[in-house]
């Protein structure tokens, strides 16, 4: 069964600084998809960036890039320039099977401090 | 830009009634999803559906648990007998493709009393 692991509850991080989130999963599929999502304050879930396991290259979407590990089973999101809108809830989650059921990690509710 | 909706946002039902959470994915869609997010715990997986079908569904989604896209454009989770462990928040997914970015919806507040 496939596993995500968020270590860090709740995270801080000074407005302009950069903040690294970590995940860690467990998965048997030799190909699969990794993705982080966004919850702000009640507003729904968005796709932050995603990585496709059997590329090398780490994606990168604007301030956002992950650092992905695949022997290691790690993907932590490095967000740069950090700005008061980044405050949410992040998610990590893998797909978990053929037709793309997520499977999420607990979460890290990240503040973004002025 | 096109979004996936849920009716109502908050649903207070009494236990052992049955609800139905409402879901409008994104129109050219073809895979959808639920998922549950208890109070404090993580959003758990409930059953993905294609082409008019249950596809995958997980320990959770059991004979209490239905689903059904009655016609076209909206696609409801229906709970049988609600019990006070079916409290969470539930949201509906879309995607254009199974290994696709899903599109979640704002979610339903189910509180069971």
């Known amino acids: 069964a496939q596993t995500v692991t968020q270590s860090q509850p709740e995270m801080s991080v000074q407005e302009a600084e950069t903040v690294t989130l970590s995940c860690t999963y467990d998965?048997?599929?030799?190909?699969?998809?990794l993705f982080w999502y966004k919850q702000p304050p009640s507003r729904q879930m968005i796709l932050v960036i995603r990585q496709e396991a059997y590329k090398q290259q780490n994606a990168t979407e604007n301030r956002f890039s992950v650092n992905f590990q695949k022997a290691a089973k790690s993907f932590s999101l490095k967000i740069s320039d950090s700005q008061l809108g980044d405050t949410a809830m992040y998610f990590c989650a893998v797909d978990g099977g053929s037709q793309g059921n997520l499977i999420f990690g607990k979460g890290t509710k990240l503040s973004v401090k002025p | 830009e096109p979004e996936v909706t849920q009716t109502p946002s908050h649903q207070v039902t009494q236990m052992g009634q049955e609800v139905i959470l409402r879901c409008v994915p994104i129109s050219n869609h073809l895979y959808f999803y639920w998922y549950r997010q208890i109070l404090g715990q993580k959003v758990e997986f409930l059953v993905s559906f294609y082409n008019n079908e249950i596809s995958e569904k997980s320990e959770i989604f059991d004979d209490q648990f239905s689903v059904e896209r009655p016609d076209g454009s909206n696609f409801t989770l229906k709970i049988r007998s609600t019990k006070l462990e079916d409290s969470a928040m539930y949201f509906c997914?879309?995607?254009?493709?199974?290994?696709?970015?899903?599109?979640f919806g704002p979610g339903t507040r189910l509180t069971v009393l």
């Open positions: 998965t048997s599929e030799n190909n699969y998809y």
């Open positions: 997914a879309s995607g254009r493709d199974y290994m696709d970015e899903q599109f």
